[in-house]
């Protein structure tokens, strides 16, 4: 069992930055793989951005690559994602997920991961 609680989201401006936090209430945070994917109306839940368990890898979606940074700090439990020159097209729900003993080299999905958090809005106004 792991829980998963998202926050930080709202309302921004185009160009605007926004930092989502993800608190994880693991036993040992270390050892999964944390994700950041989000759903816009309509659309299919899609990866935004990962991080492997120690933190030395990470990855971004051609989406976002360049304007997002995820980070973690395995002694406070939390991954962040720091949002940055935000679009009206980011505006969705972001979720968290945490993938046990995830490895660096496999494409995060979201079959793969095993927790989700509830979810956090995130809307972009023009």
């Known amino acids: 069992q792991v829980q998963l609680v998202e926050s930080g989201g709202g309302l921004v401006q185009a160009g605007g930055s926004l930092r989502l936090s993800c608190a994880a209430s693991?036993?040992?945070?270390?050892?999964?793989?944390m994700g950041w994917f989000r759903q816009a109306p309509g659309k299919e839940r899609e990866f935004v951005a990962g991080i492997s368990r120690s933190g030395g890898s990470t990855r971004y979606s051609d989406s976002v690559k360049g304007r997002c940074t995820i980070s973690r700090d395995n002694v406070k439990n939390t991954v962040y994602l720091q949002m940055n020159s935000l679009k009206p097209e980011d505006t969705a729900v972001y979720y968290c997920a945490a993938d046990y003993m995830g490895l660096p080299q496999l494409l995060p999905t979201p079959d793969r991961m095993d927790y989700w958090g509830q979810g956090t809005q995130v809307t972009v106004s023009s």
């Open positions: 693991a036993r040992t945070f270390s050892n999964y793989a």
